[in-house]
């Protein structure tokens, strides 16, 4: 995307927490490398939950122990090396099992589906202005909207985090922001229920949204938008979310940030590097694009030697060995497999 939008709630929020992730994700758009397991879990469980409201408004609800077969057909589908954990204490076959009991523990508490057939749309693209003026474009994709039994519009959102947050850290403003832009959605329509399933602890959060909370949603997101069409730098803004950023291989200050909480990751480099390597020899990739993120690893490659006083390193990985030199002022990167070949 352009500076100019759309824009998103999950985007918008990236900004907040990181202006440098913003940077390269949407507006340099280099692709990460990595995801985290707890994102990819939390894709095989929309799906299924997908798959399991689209038989069922067709009066043909999976049985339990099929739905699980097709989480984990998806799973299979889907996985890739790239996928990786980041809590030393998780594992992959865990989240696996983790994603599998959110399931479970939907279909039982919701089974037979009564709603089922006043599903109003899955995973429904929501497009729309804040002010009408075409100033501030948003997009976003709802996960399930219903239309209830008392004519009330509901929007349902499913997360696989590990806890729902205490109230005063709730974050409401993305289904506000949907029922912004859904309006009136059919007739007869009494009002909009907005609705959080948190499938980990099972528990569910219901609210209404008056048109006094949605206009003053509706101004500071046209404020936020307005900061980041400003915006002239990207810092990096290190956290303990730097563990989890697809670019923390590309960013001095996430790293060092990460090496002072003791997560030094030198094979991460490795593995990035050779990815960079892999790509290159797509003939469709975007060279301007790769070349952006090759100069972000060197940079911090070399910043990793300098540091420690040195003029050259050899950091070890999987996919072998990397060495970082310089010579005659100019530092050099190549990649040498395990037997130095």
């Not at 994709?141 to 499913?158: A, F, N, P, Q, T």
């Not at 590097?273 to 972000?296: F, I, M, N, T, Y």
Request: some cysteine; aromatic content about 10%.
């Amino acid at each position: 995307m352009s500076l100019e939008g759309p824009y998103s709630h999950s985007r918008l929020e990236c900004f907040r927490k990181c202006p440098l992730q913003f940077r390269l994700r949407y507006v340099d758009g280099i692709p990460g490398r990595w995801r985290s397991i707890e994102s990819f879990m939390g894709n095989r469980v929309h799906e299924s939950l997908e798959h399991l409201y689209q038989s069922a408004s067709e009066g043909l609800a999976p049985p339990l122990p099929e739905l699980i077969d097709y989480y984990a057909a998806r799973w299979e589908a889907e996985f890739e090396p790239g996928v990786r954990c980041v809590r030393d204490d998780t594992s992959i076959d865990g989240y696996f099992a983790t994603g599998k009991d959110c399931l479970t523990r939907y279909y039982n508490l919701h089974h037979p589906f009564a709603d089922a057939d006043r599903t109003l749309g899955l995973e429904w693209l929501v497009e729309f202005d804040l002010d009408g003026t075409d100033r501030y474009p948003i997009r976003g994709y709802v996960d399930r909207m219903v239309r209830g039994e008392d004519d009330y519009l509901e929007i349902h959102d499913y997360k696989t985090s590990r806890r729902q947050p205490p109230d005063r850290f709730f974050d409401d403003v993305q289904l506000a922001l949907y029922q912004v832009g859904l309006g009136h959605a059919f007739d007869g329509q009494q009002g909009v229920r907005l609705i959080w399933h948190y499938l980990v602890p099972g528990t569910v959060v219901v609210r209404e949204k008056s048109e006094s909370a949605l206009e003053e949603i509706r101004a500071r997101t046209r404020r936020t938008i307005d900061v980041v069409r400003a915006a002239r730098t990207f810092p990096a803004q290190p956290s303990k979310l730097c563990a989890w950023c697809e670019y923390r291989e590309l960013c001095g200050p996430g790293r060092r940030h990460l090496e002072n909480e003791g997560r030094r990751d030198e094979a991460s480099l490795v593995w990035h590097w050779a990815q960079l390597k892999e790509a290159a020899q797509d003939p469709e990739v975007d060279r301007e694009v790769l070349a952006k993120e090759a100069h972000l690893i060197k940079r911090n490659l070399v910043d990793l030697v300098t540091t420690e006083r040195r003029t050259s390193a050899t950091l070890e990985g999987d996919e072998g060995r990397l060495v970082v030199e310089e010579s005659g002022g100019t530092w050099a990167v190549r990649l040498e497999d395990p037997a130095g070949a």
